[in-house]
């Protein structure tokens, strides 16, 4: 069972940055896509970036410009660098693995807490 952990959450101040790190536990063959999703309290999971083989990477309309997605293939990880973050960027953030056949995998979340 592939594991996926994540680090890098923390509290930070409107306008500043963090980066959160995922790496999986083990080496992963067949991966798809590696990203992230975001819950807030009281809001549904949504979708903030992903990379799909090949290095095509998307970005929720939210966080273009101001998030950036990378992944170290060879250490199977997936950075998220977040910069100039607003309070509404405020959440849980999981890291989520998309592995051909089995599906994706999700992490156990990192909170994320931006002061105004």
């Known amino acids: 069972q592939v594991q996926l952990v994540e680090s890098g959450g923390g509290l930070v101040q409107a306008g500043g940055s963090l980066r959160l790190s995922c790496s999986a536990s083990?080496?992963?063959?067949?991966?798809?896509?590696m990203g992230w999703y975001r819950q807030a309290p009281g809001n549904q999971r949504e979708f903030v970036a992903a990379?799909?083989?090949?290095?095509?990477?998307n970005y929720a309309d939210s966080v273009k410009g101001r998030f950036t997605l990378s992944r170290d293939s060879g250490e199977n990880t997936v950075l998220l660098q977040m910069t100039s973050l607003k309070p509404e960027d405020a959440a849980v953030y999981y890291c989520?693995?998309?592995?051909?056949?089995?599906?994706?995998?999700w992490g156990q979340g990192t909170q994320v807490t931006v002061s105004s």
């Open positions: 990379m799909a083989r090949g290095g095509v990477t």
């Open positions: 989520t693995v998309d592995v051909w056949p089995a599906g994706r995998y």
């Open positions: 083990e080496s992963i063959f067949g991966i798809e896509a």
